[in-house]
C-alpha cells in the first residue's frame, strides 16, 4: 500500500497545476503571500510524488527516454509557438503574462526532471527531498531577476528597481530595489545550502519506527499477530 502513496501528492500536484495553467487566466503578478504559497504548491506536491516513487531499475532509462521525448515532443515545441504568439500579438503587453507562465512552467519542469532522474539513478527519499525543496528555494529566491538585471539589454540604462520581481514585493513591502533584491536572494540560497545540510533521513527513519511502534501497538490492541490469545 506504501508503495502507491506518492499517487496523493501527484493527483493533487497535477490538479493544481492544470487550474493554474488552464483554468485561470495566466497572471503574471502575485499579491500575497497566500497566492505565492498557492502557486509554489504544485512543486511542493511533485516533489512529494518524485520523493516516493517507486525505483525500478528496469524501467529507469524507459521513463527518463519518455521524459526526454515528451520534452522536445511537446513542450518545447508549445513553448516555441507561445514566443510566436507573443512576437505576433499587437499587444504585447496583455501576450506577456501567457508567455511569462510558460516560462516559469518550464523552469519548474527542468528542475523536476532533474530531481526524477535523481531518484531513479538511486537516490533515496530523503536526498530527494532535499534536492527539491532546496531546488524550489532557488527558483524562488529571485536569482532569474538578478540575472536579468544583469544581463538584460538597457536602453535606458539598468533599472534601480526591479518592478517585475513581484514575488519579493509581496515579501519586502514594495518593489525591490537591486540591493534589496540581492539580499533576498543571498537569503534563500543560504536556506537552501541549510535544507542540503539538514538531517532528513535520520527523521525519516525515526517517523518510520514510530509509525511501526503504532502498527505494532494496534494490532496487539486488536488481537492481531504478536497478541497472545488466551486458550478457549
Not at 107 to 128: E, S
Request: charge should be positive.
Amino acid at each position: 500500500m506504501t508503495r502507491w502513496l506518492w499517487l496523493a501528492p501527484a493527483a493533487l500536484g497535477a490538479a493544481i497545476a492544470t487550474l493554474i495553467m488552464v483554468v485561470l487566466p495566466p497572471d503574471r503578478h502575485v499579491g500575497s503571500l497566500a497566492e505565492v504559497l498557492y502557486k509554489v504548491s504544485p512543486l511542493v506536491c511533485a516533489v512529494l510524488a518524485v520523493a516516493g516513487f517507486p525505483r525500478r531499475p528496469g524501467l529507469g532509462l524507459g521513463l527518463l527516454c519518455v521524459l526526454v521525448v515528451g520534452y522536445m515532443g511537446v513542450i518545447d515545441t508549445v513553448n516555441v509557438l507561445h514566443v510566436f504568439a507573443y512576437a505576433e500579438a499587437a499587444d504585447r503587453t496583455a501576450a506577456f503574462p501567457e508567455l511569462y507562465q510558460f516560462m516559469i512552467f518550464m523552469n519548474a519542469f527542468t528542475v523536476l526532471a532533474a530531481l526524477f532522474a535523481y531518484r531513479l539513478g538511486g537516490a533515496d527519499a530523503a536526498r530527494v527531498l532535499k534536492a527539491g525543496f532546496a531546488g524550489i528555494l532557488v527558483m524562488i529566491s529571485g536569482l532569474n531577476d538578478l540575472s536579468m538585471w544583469v544581463l538584460g539589454d538597457w536602453p535606458d540604462g539598468r533599472p534601480e528597481v526591479l518592478n517585475w520581481a513581484s514575488h519579493i514585493a509581496v515579501f519586502v513591502g514594495g518593489p525591490p530595489t537591486v540591493p534589496v533584491a540581492v539580499a533576498f536572494c543571498a537569503v534563500h540560497l543560504l536556506l537552501a545550502a541549510v535544507v542540503l545540510a539538514l538531517p532528513v533521513r535520520r527523521w525519516l527513519d525515526r517517523l518510520g519506527a514510530r509509525l511501526e511502534r503504532r502498527a505494532g501497538s494496534a494490532e496487539r490492541a486488536g488481537g492481531g499477530p504478536g497478541r497472545v490469545r488466551p486458550a478457549p
